[in-house]
């Protein structure tokens, strides 16, 4: 979140604690005598005062005695500092140099004695104080967002990983784009792997929710996943696992994971297809055979059900193939009717694109930009991620 730069021309708002009659009217006079405009409010106590920094409109400035009938000492200052909203400063009758040491290190803007001030002095206290503050929270502001930066950065390495290829026939391009109204990297991902035996292996899923919790569960279960194909297990057992980690994993018992898993044999000719609740893949052969693998048998969610199964598809794959995997983000748009463009939708999206010659082929990637700018093209605002990953398959 950005800071919101402050009104120059308006007036400081400074509320003054103080619960002495004539010390309050002394620094009424004060501000009168001095070149600013304030907006000076009073509490006579420590609670009043609370309730005034509730208010979205509080002030910009507190100027505090250390002698309240409800506090005494620290103890006021520490309170108005844990709502870290305005500057405080310490007014007080004490001369003591020690005891405004400890202000300062305690938090305080500044240690004013009241009868060593006037008013030009006490206003330029309250400048500079409300100056300081405000270029505190821009700091603050800038190291929270970098830092949100960051770990966006190496949560998205986890999400979205190099693929590990060694058949030179084979090319993989990815897309990732965050929704617009997500701040966080949400929890789709995807991986690609090629085994010992040249076995081709890929994953995309989409973990319910954005945060970063759902983000790294999603870096979790990628890392799981590849850990388990390359291991050579039984690709029966590489779902029933994931499922049972992501129930132990989450911290919450709704999260869920839609996932599709793809299989493709050394000699490229015959792929296994698993749909763990996800949408099925595209698969994008020679001149005009495009169609949707929706005859795919949808099994749940991972996360979802007790002993759940996700049967296999076995398909027979054509020369020079194409395989779209997507998550649900690139099928949620508005078709021209105003219905979700949905499988078919994208369908005819993937056959416009396609059609005619066929240069796409020499860049896939060009193909797959253009399906999802069509997309954005059909929405109004792009609410979810979309994580899509073409398999080219030139052999």
Not at 1 to 11: H, I, L, Q
Not at 137 to 153: F, Q
Not at 296 to 318: D, H, I, K, N, Y
Not at 323 to 336: C, M, S
Request: net charge negative; hydrophobic share 45%; proline share 7%.
């Amino acid at each position: 979140m950005e800071p919101v730069e402050p009104d120059a021309s308006a007036p400081l708002r400074v509320l003054l604690v103080e619960d002495d009659d004539a010390d309050a009217l002394l620094v009424t006079e004060h501000f009168a005598d001095a070149a600013l405009t304030v907006d000076l409010h009073r509490a006579r106590s420590l609670a009043e005062a609370e309730e005034s920094l509730v208010d979205p409109d509080g002030p910009d400035c507190v100027l505090l005695d250390l002698a309240l009938p409800d506090a005494h000492d620290f103890e006021g200052l520490r309170r108005l500092l844990r709502a870290e909203g305005p500057a405080v400063l310490v007014l007080t009758g004490r001369r003591d140099e020690q005891l405004g040491a400890d202000a300062v290190s305690v938090g305080a803007q500044d240690y004013l004695v009241k009868d060593a001030v006037d008013g030009p002095t006490l206003a330029r206290a309250v400048r500079y104080a409300v100056e300081r503050r405000r270029a505190d929270r821009v700091r603050r502001a800038l190291r929270d967002a970098h830092l949100r930066a960051d770990e966006n950065a190496r949560l998205e390495r986890g999400l979205l990983p190099t693929p590990l290829l060694a058949d030179p026939a084979l090319r993989i391009i990815a897309r990732y784009e965050p929704g617009t109204e997500q701040t966080l990297l949400g929890g789709d991902f995807y991986d690609v792997v090629e085994g010992a035996d040249g076995t081709l292996h890929a994953v995309i899923g989409d973990v319910c929710g954005h945060g970063p919790d759902e983000a790294a569960l999603g870096v979790s279960l990628r890392i799981a996943w590849r850990t388990l194909v390359l291991s050579g297990i039984d690709p029966d057992r590489v779902l029933p696992t994931m499922h049972e980690l992501l129930v132990h994993e989450r911290n919450n018992r709704a999260l869920f994971t839609t996932l599709a898993t793809a299989t493709v044999e050394p000699d490229r000719t015959r792929m296994t297809l698993r749909l763990a609740g996800h949408p099925p893949p595209a698969l994008i052969g020679e001149g005009d055979d495009t169609r949707m693998l929706s005859d795919a048998r949808l099994g749940m969610p991972l996360g979802v059900g007790a002993g759940s199964a996700w049967a296999p598809l076995e398909v027979e794959l054509p020369p020079k193939w194409t395989l779209l995997l997507y998550t649900d983000g690139l099928i949620e748009g508005r078709q021209p009717a105003g219905d979700v463009l949905w499988t078919d939708g994208l369908m005819d999206l993937l056959r416009e694109v396609t059609a005619g010659p066929e240069p796409w082929r020499d860049d896939p990637g060009v193909m797959l930009d253009g399906v999802m700018e069509r997309v954005r093209s059909l929405s109004t605002a792009q609410t979810d991620d979309v994580a899509a990953v073409l398999l080219v398959c030139d052999r």
